[in-house]
């Protein structure tokens, strides 16, 4: 089966998604009970914080360094041409 993962929004009206995901997995198969019981006593992964957290959000800044710049123009136009061509 090939469908979209929406995380966040919809392709319908629905209401744009605002939290965030402490963790999110995907597997090719069901899990058995003994699994999702493994699972939920190890916890969420633990990740490495930013180096240089930003103090306040910055809009457009898409890989989180705190500055608005090219890199992120690319990060936007890379999302958009993805999406508009599996439209």
Same mark, same amino acid.
């Given at each position: 089966i090939d469908n979209n @993962?929406? @995380?966040g929004r919809s392709q319908w009206g629905d209401p744009?998604?605002?939290?965030s995901f402490n963790e999110l997995r995907i597997y090719d198969t069901a899990l058995?009970?003994?699994?999702?019981?493994?699972?939920?006593?190890a916890g969420p992964d633990v990740l490495a914080e930013p180096a240089v957290p930003c103090?306040?959000? +910055?809009?457009?800044?898409?890989?989180?360094?705190?500055?608005?710049d090219f890199v992120d123009a690319a990060v936007t136009?890379?999302?958009? @041409? +993805?999406?508009?061509?599996a439209d």
């Open positions: @993962l929406w @995380l744009l998604y605002c939290g058995t009970a003994t699994e999702v019981a493994a699972n939920y006593l103090a306040i959000h +910055v809009v457009g800044d898409r890989n989180k360094d705190c500055v608005v136009a890379d999302e958009w @041409l +993805v999406q508009s061509l």
